[in-house]
Structure formats: C-alpha cells, structure tokens
Nanobody, 115 residues
Framework: QVQLVESGGGLVQAGGSLRLSCAASGRTFSVYSMGWYRQAPGKEREFVATINWRGGSTDYADSVKGRFTISREYAKNTVFLQMNSLKPEDTAIYYC????????WGQGTQVTVST
C-alpha cells in the first residue's frame, strides 16, 4: 500500500503563488510517476501535471503551461507543484496521484484563488 499526504493549499489572490507538496510513504519502490489532478465545483477531475519518477520528464495541461512547475525530491518520495500567476479558474481541490503497479490518490487539498 501507498499513502499520499498533500499540503500547501489555501486562499490566495489572483496573480499570487502557492506551492503544493505531496509526500508518499509505504510501498514506493516501484513508482513510475507522480502527478497532480484537480477538480473544480461542478466539473470533472482533470489532469494538471505529471513527472516521471526516475527520469524526471514532465508533462502539463495546456491551461497551466508556463505558470505551474512540477518537481520532485527523489530521496524523500515527495512531489511539488509550484503554482504562479494563479487565476480564479485555478480554484479547485488538487489531488496528488502516484502510479506504480497500482494507482493511488491523496485526500486532496483546497486551492482558492480570489479576484
């Protein structure tokens, strides 16, 4: 089993920044990738960003390219999402995900961007 614990969400004004963290524990020896999804009220969960755990290659949703950066601290099994130039439409619950032989999800952290 794998446990994911997210932190770093909160309330920020438009144009501001937040940094999300997600620490993985448990059976993390076969991690393929980690990433972030988000779900806004009344909308489906959508992909935000992902990082290949060993190689470090990244991929982003078009809506966040140039504003968000995903990174990892390999030794601590932790992934980060630096979010800059935040917009009200970025308001959502952000979920960390880990892919190995199975897929795991965190409990989510709320990000609210005010106008």
């Amino acid at each position: 089993q794998v446990q994911l614990v997210e932190s770093g969400g909160g309330l920020v004004q438009a144009g501001g920044s937040l940094r999300l963290s997600c620490a993985a524990s448990g059976r993390t020896f076969s991690v393929y990738s980690m990433g972030w999804y988000r779900q806004a009220p009344g909308k489906e969960r959508e992909f935000v960003a992902t990082i290949n755990w060993r190689g470090g290659s990244t991929d982003y949703a078009d809506s966040v390219k140039g504003r968000f950066t995903i990174s990892r601290e390999y030794a601590k099994n932790t992934v980060f999402l630096q979010m800059n130039s935040l917009k009200p439409e970025d308001t959502a619950i952000y979920y960390c995900t880990l892919s190995s032989t199975n897929s795991y999800w965190g409990q989510g952290t709320q990000v609210t961007v005010s106008t």
